[in-house]
């Protein structure tokens, strides 16, 4: 649990300096934040890799093994993937960032915490049992705001955006975003997953 509950917290300090880079126009700005979120997933490999070993010497495991796995390996994927993009918008350099990113940003953040929240309900699954649904219900539910904003700003580039590198730049960067928070639904699905089996 400590270890999940560590993995949980780095997520969401991932969210929160996405957050803070798609805020800014800044590109030094953005060198600097990418360099701390490359730290910050180099810490949830190492909280993946403490979890495997605890997972491969242990006899009797908290829910199962499975689970476990897939759970660290979800919430490795949304981690590696606020990396990815944070990479790309210091790679690519857009002219300027698109309102939208920002906004997208502040979905992942907001379904970081629940996603934290419903971790930190795990210890006593039972007891939280309708704290974590909600806070898995409040996910999926801002998985589908997000996919109407990238919808809606897919077809407004594709309209407006007459520069062809431009375009393809926002594009990806639109893509990784809206497939972040997939990943982050995918997290609550597991979650959602190990409440049937200790029900």
């Known amino acids: 649990y400590p270890l999940f509950e560590e993995d949980a917290a780095n997520l969401l300090k991932a969210a929160e300096l996405l957050k803070k880079l798609l805020a800014s126009e800044d590109t030094e700005e953005h060198d ?16 993946t890799d403490k979890t495997y070993f605890q997972l491969n010497k242990s006899f009797i495991t908290p829910f ?6 897939e ?14 993009v944070s990479r790309r918008i210091c790679l690519y350099k857009p002219k300027k960032l698109l ?3 920002k906004k997208m940003a ?9 996603i934290k929240k419903c971790i930190h309900g795990l210890n006593d699954a039972a007891a939280n049992r309708k704290e974590i649904t909600e806070a898995c219900n409040k996910v999926t539910a801002i998985e589908h705001q997000a996919d109407d904003f990238y919808f809606e700003a897919v077809s407004e580039l594709f309209e407006k955006e007459r520069d062809a590198a431009e375009l393809l730049k926002n594009n990806k ?27």
């Open 32 to 47: 600097r934040i990418h360099k701390e979120i490359k730290d910050v997933e180099h810490i949830g490999d190492q909280i």
């Open 106 to 114: 502040e979905e992942i953040y907001e379904a970081a915490l629940e």
């Open 71 to 84: 759970l660290t390996s979800n919430i490795d994927d949304v981690v590696d993937s606020i990396n990815g």
């Open 173 to 199: 960067i639109l893509e990784i975003l809206e497939r972040i928070v997939d990943e982050e639904e995918d997290i609550t699905d597991t979650i959602k997953s190990i409440l049937i089996k200790m029900a």
């Open 99 to 101: 309102p939208v990113f």
């Open 64 to 69: 199962d093994r499975e689970d476990i796995h």
